[in-house]
């Protein structure tokens, strides 16, 4: 079952169009990359999907519910989730600091459900082995370590669908590979992602699905395999073969 379905949303500011008709569905449980160029229009896909842009056609639909009209705080509550290319974290707050008070802008009943939150503040920060820096202040965190810390406070939250946009920027060869595992660990819990990417091998080894996008449409769409081996995306990043 679809989780979330787009249907020919469209976005322009004045004469700028910059969404064209996109239409896709993401399936409950999977992993769905978004890829293509700087400017194709990505970051603003997920602000309309986020509820941060009105889109000026189209319809959204999370559960099969519209949520077209709904503003970022209400879709926030039905459970999407958006993880921002530039660390969303306080970084002059200690971690246990940084988890509570997300943990605490919960509704009532949902803070009552988890139970301890300063328990649960331990749990997260253990599920991504920054324990060992609870106390101190987010800001000595690397790249790595502040998108892990954001991925796991975003899952504490409970969300079920999650936005992520780019999140091995600014993070070390390293520490992208416990990036990849975190994400995948929210497959097998049965969350759902949607991720925007420019690193294609970590794209490849983590996806089911693989959306391009390039100019505000979707030009390509398929398993990671087959997108790789896709004229269209040679010609998208590196330019037609003029021998063709």
């Known amino acids: 079952m679809a989780l979330l379905s787009l249907s020919d949303i469209s976005f ?10 996109i239409a896709f569905d993401v399936a409950e449980g999977d ?10 229009g990505k970051t603003t896909l997920f602000n309309v999907l986020s509820g941060f842009l009105k889109p000026s056609s189209g319809a959204i639909l999370y559960r099969e519910g519209d949520i077209t009209a709904l503003s970022a705080a209400r879709r926030s509550r039905l459970g999407i989730g958006r993880v921002f290319q530039n660390f969303g974290i306080f970084r002059d707050m200690t971690l246990e600091e940084n988890v509570l008070v997300a943990l605490e802008a919960l509704p009532k009943d949902r803070r009552i459900q988890l139970g301890d939150l300063r328990t649960v503040v331990g749990e997260t920060l253990e599920m991504v082995g920054l324990s ?16 892990l810390l954001e991925i796991a406070r975003t899952l504490k939250s409970g969300k079920e669908l999650f936005l992520l946009d780019e ?3 600014g993070v070390s060869p390293k520490m992208t590979g416990q990036v990849a595992d975190l994400i995948t660990a929210l497959k097998r819990e049965g969350k759902t992602v949607l991720i925007i990417e420019h690193d294609l091998p970590f794209i490849g080894s983590i996806c089911d699905r693989v959306i391009v996008m390039d100019v505000g449409q979707i030009v390509l769409q398929g398993t990671p395999g087959e997108v790789k081996k896709s004229k269209e995306l040679q010609e998208i990043y590196f330019g037609a073969d003029p021998t063709t």
């Open 167 to 169: 999140p091995t920027a």
């Open 132 to 147: 060992s820096h609870a106390k101190k202040k987010a800001g000595c965190l690397s790249g790595g370590q502040m998108r």
């Open 12 to 21: 322009g500011i004045g004469q700028h169009q910059i969404l064209r008709n």
């Open 31 to 40: 992993i769905v990359g978004l890829i293509g160029p700087n400017g194709s």
